[in-house]
């Protein structure tokens, strides 16, 4: 029978945290390596579809993180003068504070998994001692640059997004694409209002500043947006920019990339994190249908390496294509929503020949 696997993981993001929990609990060995551990300080929303609802579900948090959550039924598409182009239903996503579900995966790690907090700056010797290595380590991933041919980076899409929570009351459940820019409210369960905006590439390095920009580019269209920019404060704001990466095969010998490591995408259809869910899970049953099969089999203990490499196989066959999909489909939805040159051309196509699409979903 195979002895449990050694695994190392590197990052505590959404995708490391479930990972180590799915695999913790199918008793592999468990390392989790992070320079924060942290809960991010601003809790703004992610929007989870049921799929990744699904994977909250057998990570036994669902019902904890549908209390916190929002469940709006339906958004607004607007112009920049509130023309409604679409009407979008909101897909049964729930709206999650990311601070919480990072903090209810944390509070779910089982007891069993060994956490290390430190900036891994050589991956070489973390492939050490160990089955399987596994990159969940973000956009800017050390595990794919270190490790992959080409040493695939993120590039810049000239873009800076902004977002934060306010406590008031959202005015309303809206996606407004201006010329070269777009504004989002959604609701907030327990705070009040999450909001979005991306502008082409701003930054200042203060807060104040970056918001004071904001407002100069997207205030005086719309009231529901002057009323959300009136609350928003600093200290309630991140300022960042959008980078993806090109296509990567997430499998490299016992090596895998999760999440945004495998498929950093745009944010405007919401998927990162719902993918990232979804890549843990299907890695955790990858191992754990290739581990029975070994098991029934009655390979010998140190049958460790064939088992991850068929298991990575597996893997990879089944997310490589859905990570790949949502980033390009993602990154045409960042187009769209931010042309300035053809905003008139996009306003009229959508207002007259589609009017309620969906899922509305960022
Ligand atoms: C504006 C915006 C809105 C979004 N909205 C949505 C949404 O509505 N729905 C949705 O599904 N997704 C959304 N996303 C995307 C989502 O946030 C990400 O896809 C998701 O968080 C990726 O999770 P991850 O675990 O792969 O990586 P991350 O969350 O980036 O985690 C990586 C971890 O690795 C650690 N790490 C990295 N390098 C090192 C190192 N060298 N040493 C030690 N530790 C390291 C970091 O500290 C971090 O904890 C949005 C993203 C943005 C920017």
């Not at 029978?1 to 592999?28: F, K, N, Q, W, Y």
């Not at 916190?68 to 409604?84: C, N, W, Y």
């Not at 859905?322 to 306003?347: C, F, H, I, K, Y």
Request: glycine fraction near 10%; aromatic fraction near 4%; charge should be positive.
């Amino acid at each position: 029978m195979p002895v449990p696997l050694t695994i190392r993981i590197l990052g505590a993001g959404v995708s490391g945290l479930a990972a180590s929990i799915l695999l913790a609990t199918d008793e592999h060995r468990v390392e989790l390596i992070d320079e924060h551990f942290a809960t991010p300080a601003v809790g703004t929303a992610l929007a989870l579809f049921p799929p990744a609802q699904s994977v909250l579900a057998r990570l036994g948090i669902l019902e904890q993180v549908r209390t916190i959550s929002a469940a709006p039924e339906l958004g607004t598409l607007r112009a920049a003068d509130g023309q409604v182009l679409a009407t979008v239903p909101a897909g049964n996503a729930l709206l999650t504070s990311r601070s919480e579900l990072v903090r209810i995966l944390l509070d779910a790690l089982p007891g069993s998994v060994t956490t290390s907090r430190r900036r891994i700056t050589d991956i070489r010797p973390l492939r050490a001692g160990v089955d399987l290595l596994i990159g969940a380590d973000g956009v800017h991933s050390l595990v794919r640059r270190s490790g992959w041919p080409g040493r695939p980076s993120a590039r810049s899409h000239g873009v800076t997004v902004l977002r934060g929570t306010t406590k008031l009351a959202p005015p309303e459940i809206s996606e407004t694409w201006g010329q070269g820019w777009l504004f989002g409210i959604t609701p907030l369960a327990g705070i009040g209002t999450n909001w979005f905006a991306c502008v082409p590439e701003h930054r200042t390095g203060s807060r104040e500043q970056d918001l004071a920009h904001l407002r100069r580019t997207v205030g005086g269209h719309r009231s529901a947006i002057d009323a959300v920019l009136d609350a928003a404060t600093p200290h309630s704001t991140l300022v960042h920019g959008i980078h993806t990466v090109g296509p990567v095969w997430p499998v490299r010998q016992n090596t895998v990339l999760l999440g945004d490591a495998a498929h950093a995408m745009a944010p405007n259809l919401g998927h990162g994190a719902n993918t990232a869910l979804q890549d843990a899970q299907s890695l955790a049953l990858a191992v754990r249908t290739q581990w029975g099969r070994e098991q029934r089999r009655g390979t010998p203990p140190d049958a460790a390496p064939a088992v991850v490499s068929r298991a990575l196989r597996r893997y990879a066959a089944r997310r490589a294509l859905p990570g790949q999909g949502w980033r390009l489909a993602s990154e045409a939805m960042l187009r769209v929503a931010m042309t300035s040159s053809a905003a008139g051309w996009r306003d009229r196509v959508l207002s007259t020949s589609i009017g309620r699409i969906g899922p509305w979903n960022d």
